[in-house]
Nanobody, 130 residues
């Protein structure tokens, strides 16, 4: 069974950093893309960042470009989201999701493809205080 375990959330002051982890199991890691999504209170969920594991290509939402970095470690079947220069508006529950990623697609389609996945982690809360 596909399983995703998200961790690393917490409370941090504005300007601080956190690193989220998404430990994956139950599938061939390099055949999948993994994305991070977030849902703030009272708002719809949004894609944050995504990585195509077979080649490490990435994509980001405009709101996090230059501040967040997604990476993967295939030896550990884990994807990370390094979040720097955090802002209060980054406060949300962060989820990771995984989807098999066809070779015809590029990282530009990553968030859109993964968003439709049935495989989601349980979410980890990030709270950024001002």
């Amino acid at each position: 069974d596909v399983q995703l375990q998200a961790s690393g959330g917490g409370l941090v002051q504005a300007g601080g950093s956190l690193r989220l982890s998404c430990a994956a199991s139950g599938f061939t890691f390099d055949d999948y893309a993994i994305g991070w999504f977030r849902q703030a209170p009272g708002k719809n969920g949004k894609g944050v960042a995504c990585i195509v594991n077979r080649d490490g290509s990435t994509s980001y939402a405009d709101s996090v470009k230059g501040r967040f970095t997604i990476s993967s470690d295939s030896a550990k079947n884990t994807v990370y989201l390094q979040m720097n220069s955090l802002k209060p508006e980054d406060t949300a529950v962060y989820y990771c999701a995984a989807e098999k990623f066809p070779t015809v697609f590029t990282s530009a389609q990553c968030i859109g493809v993964v968003k439709g996945s049935d495989y989601w982690g349980q979410g980890t809360l990030v709270t950024v205080s001002s």
